[in-house]
Each structure stands twice: as C-alpha cells, then as structure tokens.
C-alpha cells in the first residue's frame, strides 16, 4: 500500500512538473527567439552581393535560431490545439461549414500574430524592427511556413474529409505523409467526438486523383488567373504597410512584394509545400502524357521531332505509372 501510495505522488508530481514545464517553455519560446533574432542580427554580418546566404546556416545555427524556431513552432501547436477543441465543441452551432472554416482560420491567425508580433515588430517601429530578419532567408522562410498553415490549414483538413480519395494519393503515402498524417490526426475527429482513424492515409489503397478532384477540393476553379493578375499589380513599396499591418502583409511586402508569395497562396499551396510535392501526378496527367508518348502521331508533332529527357531527380511514381499504363 506504502508503495503504490509513493508511486501515484511521484505519478502525480511528474505530470505537475511536466505541465508548468510546457507551459513555461511555451511562455519563453518567442522571448528566447526575439533575443536569437537580435543577436543574430548583432553578431554577424548580413548577406552581400557577393555571399547573399553562403554561410546563414551556420549563424543562425550559433545563436541556436533553428532550435528557437522549433520551440516557437511547439508553442504555436498547442494554441491550435485549444482553437481546435473549441472549434470541434461550437459543431452543434447554425453557422455554416465554410463560415466555421473561416472563423477558426481567422482566430488562428490573431493566435499567431499574439506570439509572433512581439518577436518580429518588438518596437512597433518597422524601420528598427525589419532589419533585424528581414534579409534572414531561412527565418522568413520558416515564418512563412507558420502563417500559411495557420490560415489554410482547417481548409485542408476539410479537403481530406470531403474528398477522401486524396488521403489515398501515393504522393502522401509513407514516408511522404508525415506532415499530413499529423494534421490529420490531431484535427480529424468522427461524430462521436472521438479521433477518426478508420480513413488514415496509411489504410487505404494508392490510387491517382484527378485534376477535378484536386481543383473541387482546393477550390482553384480561378486559381491561376487570379494569381497571375495579382502577381502583376503586386509591386508595392515598404511604405504601404505600417505599424498595424498583419504579419501577412508585413511579410509580403518586405519580401518584394511579389504577389504570390503569400497573398496568392491557398490550401494547395500548402499541402504541397508541406509534403514536399512539386507536381502531383492525376490520372488525366499520366493518361495524357501516356498517349503522348505512346501514339505521337495523334499530335500535332512529326513523330521524329519528339524528344524525351528523363531527369533522374524524382522518387519514382511517375515512371510506376506510366508503366502501369
């Protein structure tokens, strides 16, 4: 009895001490990060002409930026996780899918902006403040990542459950779907409010999904257009944005303003970004290259004008289609 007596106290420090530890980590992470960025900053010279980011690896490894990062970005999670559990109990109200979707990505981002604004504008002053990581290419890359998962990142999710089919794409499937999986897993529940496990990526059999799929799913029915005709009216100088702007702003327009850096962006963006997909193979995509490359006469092109270049930088899936083709 003495025993188990000792052993559930020591149970029930440990967990004490586990969560004042996450919760003062998750408190330090941004103050720890802020004074990373300043002495990184500080300590080493900033990219030239000639060594734009030859040696940023390495600087920002001995102020410890990547480990920062990495503790900002835990902190991060678990606010989402609280948005996330409140966003699952509010269910039963009469808003709309879509109005949900939009209210859990805005309270997502005013939680991003709660962490990461005392970080990047500590002074309210974006003449002190930009210079400090603004030229970092790997820090703004790395906060680019967060704004755009925490915006986009319930559309995803409500893109694997309506369309189940791209849970099975090959381009998520093991090794390639750690990112999904984990975004799957910690917001996907079923109608009892438990986790839904009985669709994850790893049951269900690989097959293509078609270009529809992909478009339906991540409504991109004017993707392209709109992307395009932003990107060339997008040239906006430092001084459209002030102490007020978001960090969404503030990050497009520090970063040249190149329209389609992150304003442009959506869903799609982010799912292959964050799965590493470059070009998501579809069905009609094999199908059409496959007729291509199989019956060249039904082109436009002389059959002896047609020339093949295979560069072996891929992982495989394409030429595995194609043969089953």
């Keep these: 009895i003495h025993v188990t007596a000792k052993l559930i106290r020591l149970l029930v ?68 996780q609280g948005l996330q559990a409140k966003a699952h109990s509010d269910k039963s109200s009469s ?58 990142g319930p559309y ?6 309506a369309y189940p089919q791209l849970r099975s794409s090959p381009q998520l499937a093991p090794p390639r779907h750690a990112w999904v999986t984990k975004l799957w897993t910690s917001q996907s529940t079923n109608a009892s409010g438990s986790l839904d496990h009985s669709s994850s990526p790893q049951q269900r059999q690989r097959v293509l999904p078609s270009s529809s799929t992909l ?21 906006q100088p430092t001084s459209s944005i002030n102490e007020s702007s978001s960090l969404e702003q503030v990050l497009d327009v520090v970063t040249q303003g190149s329209g389609g850096y992150i304003t442009d962006c959506g869903p799609f963006n982010v799912i292959c970004e964050e799965a590493n997909i470059y070009q998501w193979w579809t069905k009609d995509y094999i199908q059409y290259l496959a007729d291509y490359l199989i019956h060249p006469q039904s082109t436009s092109q002389d059959q002896s004008s047609i020339v093949v270049l295979e560069v072996g930088a891929g992982d495989g899936l394409l030429t595995q289609h194609l043969k089953d083709y």
């Design 156 to 161: 995803v999710v409500e893109a694997l459950q």
């Design 13 to 80: 420090v440990t967990m004490v001490f586990l969560t004042v530890t996450k919760h003062a980590s998750n408190w330090m992470a941004p103050k720890l990060l802020r004074i990373g960025l300043w002495a990184r900053h500080r300590c080493f010279p900033r990219p030239s002409p000639q060594s734009p980011h030859t040696n940023e690896y390495y600087y920002n490894a001995m102020v410890a930026l990547p480990f920062l990062q990495r503790m900002t970005s835990l902190a991060i999670y678990e606010a989402r």
């Design 95 to 152: 808003s709309s899918s879509k109005e949900r979707l939009q209210d859990l990505s805005r309270r997502r981002m005013e939680s991003l902006e709660s962490i990461l604004r005392p970080v990047l504008l500590p002074n309210n002053d974006l003449a002190r403040d930009l210079v400090t990581w603004q030229s970092n290419v790997r820090f703004v890359k790395w906060l680019r990542q967060e704004i755009l998962v925490a915006k986009y």
């Design 215 to 235: 478009v339906k799913a991540f409504d991109m029915q004017r993707w392209a257009k709109e992307k395009k005709s932003t990107i060339a009216q997008s040239s």
